[in-house]
């Protein structure tokens, strides 16, 4: 990136005369992206010299240094923001009002024509590799399936994904190789494994080794007993791709944490996989499929949104804080479903949750009502947005794991703002214990309360 000084273009460097022009320890800072006290530090780690000012106040530093040093960096130490926010710079995912890309390319237009692994590894590497297929190694498969398989049978797909991923890290010793090539190969295990070690719909045995096919193809057979046709499974597969990033959303937010540990890419999966879990995130689309159920059930979205305005709830599967009108995944999903005759009941439900919800507020509908166009058509469970979500976030999640192993570690790191009592205070007098047998104050042998 090319940074005009203030001396104009085509001098850039050169002061008075042609001599090397110096930078403040200010513009220095600018320039490397990072506070004045971390110009200090690569000036005491021999990566800047510095000269001081005539009379001794401050320092200067040489441009052509400075901007070699933010080459090499890749400027990768940002100064907080304004608000004091901590900025990522990331080349994976850009946002704009009304649509996103991946490394530049357009997100929508991506998915229309290259499938999830496809998306994958232009997110990872930028580059296509056209056809490719993830493998789960066998061992890896084997250990997931087993753990996912013990679990209770209440157990949610997502609790059996964050045991599948421990066990999958369990089977394989290479997981602590962080060079590019070493994440990359344990992402290209990781996520068929995830997908295999979930149980398959209607109750129908997995064979002993992986099945074939594309992974929404595999990913199919464990959230519908009903044969895929080519168009059910183009929306899958699109779905797969449209959710595989997007920017630093909560749960990328705390894989980047991890990696910034240099956890290996298991360890920041299953941080993201614990974030995602809240139903404020990967968990939304469970109220959007059970809302679309009962519309279509009661034949009309009024009686359904009014239920949800009486008791307090708000709308699921309406409106995105990062876009101004409809969700760019949710319009390319949508548009797909209505090619399909089997989905039109589901997607004309969601349509009339939209203009039903706009008579009061305009709000658009988003990915998740999209994603529960799909389960509810086809009659999948109500987490299967959030099963599709988990499997595709993974692609992103070893992304950002990739970018922030690059980046100084451990430099995440607020200071909290202590609220307790003001220090020293006594120290505290022991508790009572309470006497074996006995129940809390007034309670009778059997922990009962007063007679009165």
């Keep these: 990136m090319t940074h005009d000084s203030a001396h104009g273009t085509g001098t850039q460097g050169l002061g008075a005369e042609g001599a090397p022009h110096r930078l403040t320890t200010r513009e220095a800072a600018e320039r490397l992206g990072v506070k004045s006290e971390t110009v200090y530090a690569y000036v005491s780690r021999g990566q800047l010299t510095s000269k001081r000012n005539p009379g001794g106040r401050g320092s200067t530093f040489d441009a052509t240094e400075v901007d070699a040093l933010a080459r090499r960096t890749g400027r990768r130490e940002p100064a907080p923001s304004a608000a004091g926010d901590l900025v990522f710079r990331t080349g994976i995912t850009l946002i704009e009002p009304d649509r996103y890309f991946f490394r530049g390319v357009d997100a929508t237009e991506l998915a229309r024509h290259h499938g999830y692994e496809e998306v994958a590894e232009w997110i990872w590497t930028g580059e296509l590799r056209p056809g490719i297929r993830f493998t789960a190694a066998r061992e890896s498969l084997a250990a997931a399936r087993r753990t996912a398989a013990s679990m209770p049978r209440h157990s949610s797909a997502t609790d059996r994904l964050r045991a599948a991923v421990a066990a999958a890290a369990s089977a394989d010793p290479l997981r602590f190789d962080l060079s590019p090539e070493g994440v990359l190969n344990s992402a290209r295990n990781l996520i068929p494994t995830l997908v295999g070690a ?146 039109a009941p589901a997607v004309a439900a969601a349509r009339d949750v939209v203009a039903t919800t706009a008579r009061h507020t305009p709000l658009h509908a988003n990915v998740d009502l999209a994603l529960a166009a799909l389960s509810v058509a086809y009659g999948m469970p109500a987490e299967t947005g959030e ?32 609220t307790g009592p003001r220090p020293p205070q006594p120290l505290p007098a022991p508790k009572a214990a309470t006497p074996e047998g006995a129940g809390p104050e007034g309670a009778g042998p059997e922990g009962a309360g007063p007679a009165n």
């Excluded at 779905?239 to 705390?254: I, K, M, R």
């Excluded at 968990?283 to 059970?290: I, K, N, T, V, W």
């Excluded at 988990?390 to 790191?413: D, K, N």
Aim: glycine letters at 10%; proline letters at 6%; charged letters at 20%.
């Design 387 to 418: 099963t599709v979500f988990a499997v595709s976030r993974t692609a992103g999640w070893i992304a950002h794991a990739m970018e922030e192993y690059t980046e100084r570690p451990l430099r995440m790191r607020p200071s909290g703002q202590y």
């Design 198 to 343: 979930l149980p398959a719909a209607g109750g129908a045995a997995d064979g002993e080794v992986e099945a074939e096919g594309s992974l929404a193809a595999r990913l199919w057979t464990k959230l519908s007993a009903r044969p895929a046709d080519a168009a059910a499974l183009a929306v899958l597969d699109t779905a797969l791709a449209l959710l595989a990033d997007h920017d630093l959303a909560a749960s990328t937010l705390a894989v980047r944490v991890a990696a910034s540990t240099h956890a290996n890419p298991y360890a920041v999966v299953s941080a993201g996989l614990g974030v995602l879990e809240g139903p404020l995130h990967g968990a939304a689309s469970g109220p959007a499929h059970r809302m679309l159920a009962e519309v279509v059930d009661r034949g009309g979205a009024a009686p359904v949104v009014a239920d949800h305005l009486r008791a307090g709830r708000r709308v699921p599967g309406l409106g995105h804080r990062l876009y101004r009108s409809e969700d760019p995944r949710a319009g390319e999903l949508f548009s797909l479903l209505d090619e399909i005759p089997q989905a």
